[in-house]
């Protein structure tokens, strides 16, 4: 048993590290108002513990969801985690009588979308704001309000000519990148196109984050 526990605390463990890690880049956002937009991607279920994270370094976290992101997470499990409403629809107004997408916009200081999908890449290239979380997105002055895309997909749609295009499109209107990582994807290969480490998702955010006073 000694020796177990001598192991232990020589050993680093690297979810524990990882774990510490992702709570100390959270806690850089306590006070912050942080959008995090989810697309339908099976990386989905990984942004709970982003959430979750954020939540509990005290920032004020709203998420979004596409239809399609509510078809591999439930809303309510983004609701629980954030204590706050889910937005799944441009059309329903949970949280005040004004044009939601404005006052969420207008109020955000760091906005992530994690998955984004390789058709979302395609909307927010062409300027579309068809679901609530690309028309909350649209809203959004990224001159003053960093916006992350934190790619997910299949090596090969990742890596069609479209795809790539619509990241340099994105990057030269000011979007900011994290990830995509290279390694084992859902659909049983390995590649680039696997969506970032919630870890790194909580770092890059807290780098990019303005500090408070804006
Ligand atoms: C099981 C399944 C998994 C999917 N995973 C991904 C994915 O990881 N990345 C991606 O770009 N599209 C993925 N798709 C396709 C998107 O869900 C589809 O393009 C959808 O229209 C995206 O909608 P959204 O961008 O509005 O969320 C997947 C589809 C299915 C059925």
């Not at 991607?41 to 942004?47: L, P």
């Not at 107004?93 to 004004?98: A, I, L, P, Q, T």
């Given at each position: 048993m000694a020796d177990r526990a001598d192991q232990s605390s020589q050993t680093p463990r690297p979810a524990l590290v990882a774990a510490v890690s992702a709570a100390s880049a959270a806690s850089a956002m306590s006070g912050r108002n942080v959008l995090v937009g989810i697309c339908g991607?099976?990386?989905?279920?990984?942004?709970a513990s982003v959430v979750s994270a954020l939540a509990q370094a005290g920032a004020a976290v709203t998420v979004a969801m596409t239809p399609s992101a509510t078809r591999f997470v439930a809303p309510l499990t983004f609701q629980a985690l954030s204590g706050r409403p889910v937005h799944?629809?441009?059309?329903?107004?949970?949280?005040?009588?004004?044009?939601q997408h404005i006052t969420l916009a207008a109020r955000t200081h760091l906005a992530i979308v994690a998955p984004c999908t390789m058709d979302c890449l395609a909307r927010l290239a062409a300027g579309r704001a068809d679901d609530v979380v690309t028309l909350i997105l649209s809203a959004i002055d990224r001159s003053r309000t960093p916006v992350l895309l934190a790619p997910s997909m299949n090596a090969v749609m990742w890596s069609q000519p479209s795809t790539q295009r619509n990241v340099r499109l994105l990057r030269d209107d000011g979007f900011r990148f994290v990830g995509p990582d290279e390694g084992w994807q859902a659909c049983r290969t390995v590649g680039v196109g696997r969506m970032a480490e919630p870890e790194t998702l909580l770092r890059a955010m807290a780098e990019q984050c303005p500090a408070p006073g804006r």
């Open positions: 991607g099976i990386a989905a279920y990984k942004v799944t629809s441009p059309w329903e107004h949970v949280e005040s009588h004004d044009p």
